[in-house]
């Protein structure tokens, strides 16, 4: 069972400074098996990313998924308001499993 | 667009049975898997199981002596039913289309937007 790790566990920024959230996997992942989605409170995680760098359906370009191995990460280049809230990446599997979140503040 | 609305009790007394439905609207049932997956502080997101709509099912190996998930096609739905549940099983529950790919969960693409179950007497 591949076991993901998130960090930071929360990231302080302000609107329009990049963020840079990382998602490490315990073993190799293979054929870019890995999702990122938000979540905002009182709601269900949204899909952002598959595939690693595959943005899903009208998601803003400013989304950036990358990483290859153990060590992915998910960028925003620009975050609106809108935007901070928790992320999870996610790892395909017979049995998927979750990383923890890494909420994202407004500083 | 695909919607998603769990239905069911949001209070189960411990050692009883969880049962909980998800109904599909603006798509056929027919055509994906579908999953269920709780959130709770303690555990954080985890994946329950999933049926296909011939009626295919898989679980997550943690929980599968106690799940059994159902569809339900020409109602479009389908269901989820937990067993001997303690205050652990305590979450929100989501119910979400799947895509799967030989056997292989690869992602959740649209989500209900959650029921809290409570586990006490």
């Known amino acids: 069972e591949i076991v993901l790790t998130q960090s930071p566990g929360t990231l302080s920024l302000s609107p329009g400074e990049r963020a840079t959230l990382s998602c490490r996997a315990s073993?190799?992942?293979?054929?870019?098996?890995l999702a990122w989605y938000q979540q905002k409170p009182g709601q269900a995680p949204r899909l952002l990313i598959y595939g690693v760098s595959t943005r899903a359906t009208g998601i803003p370009d400013r989304f950036s998924g990358s990483g290859s191995g153990t060590d992915f990460t998910l960028t925003i280049s620009r975050p609106e308001p809108e935007d901070f809230a928790v992320y999870f990446c996610?790892?395909?599997?017979?049995?998927?499993?979750f990383g923890q979140g890494t909420r994202l503040d407004i500083k | 667009q695909v919607q998603l609305q769990e239905s069911g009790p949001g209070l189960v007394r411990p050692s009883e049975t969880l049962s909980l439905t998800c109904t599909v609207s603006g798509g056929s049932i027919s055509v994906y898997h579908w999953s269920w997956i709780r959130q709770s502080p303690g555990r954080g997101l985890e994946w329950i199981g999933y049926t296909y709509h011939s009626g295919s099912t898989n679980y997550n190996p943690s929980l599968k002596s106690r799940v059994t998930i159902s569809v339900d096609t020409p109602k479009n739905q389908f269901s989820l039913k937990l067993s001997s549940v303690t205050a652990a099983d305590t979450a929100v529950y989501y119910c979400a289309r799947t895509r799967v790919g030989w056997e292989t969960v690869y992602f959740f693409d649209y989500w209900g937007q959650g029921a809290q179950v409570t586990v006490s007497s």
């Open positions: 996610q790892h395909y599997d017979y049995s998927p499993s």
């Open positions: 073993q190799s992942v293979s054929n870019n098996h």
